[in-house]
């Protein structure tokens, strides 16, 4: 079994401890935010925060975080009140939406660390993937809220 926290619940999981992540969220608690994009680290649609960290979902054997504390698009905020939340909606970034959630994560957690972050900056911390090319809304948006 394989125990830490999600979204402030304990979670304990009966699945190999090689299980990605994004899978015992997904499938295990149904917390569908967390998105499937290429399964291979390279688009960020599955990014959740570990400890305060984004990561990709997909490539965390959940068997490697036992006792950490995870946190999803679900639980970023009780009321979507998060400020990154807010700004993405003024800003209206999302176009298809499918990558939003490990954008917002990926995006939350930069400002957690650099609360007023350059151009430069937010390229070099959200190299997460958009199909639909909204990266200059992401930008705005990440200005936004960390102003
Ligand atoms: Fe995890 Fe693409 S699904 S990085």
Not at 36 to 55: E, F, K, P, W
Not at 105 to 119: G, K, T, V, Y
């Amino acid at each position: 079994m394989t125990s830490f926290t999600v979204n402030g619940q304990p979670v304990h999981y009966r699945l190999d401890p090689r299980t990605p992540l994004l899978w015992a969220l997904r499938d295990a608690s149904n917390l569908t935010g967390t998105k499937y994009g290429c399964g291979m680290g390279q688009c960020g649609a599955c990014t959740v925060h570990i400890d305060g960290l984004a990561r990709r979902a997909c490539q965390v054997p959940i068997g490697t975080i036992e006792g950490a504390f995870v946190t999803t698009i679900e639980g970023l905020s009780r009321d979507r009140g998060h400020p990154v939340q807010q700004a993405w909606v003024a800003e209206a970034v999302p176009q298809c939406g499918f990558c939003q959630p490990g954008m917002i994560m990926a995006a939350a957690a930069l400002l957690e660390r650099n609360a007023n972050p350059s151009d430069a900056d937010i390229d070099a911390a959200i190299t997460n993937l958009c199909r639909c090319g909204t990266y200059p809304r992401i930008r705005r948006a990440i200005a936004h809220a960390g102003r």
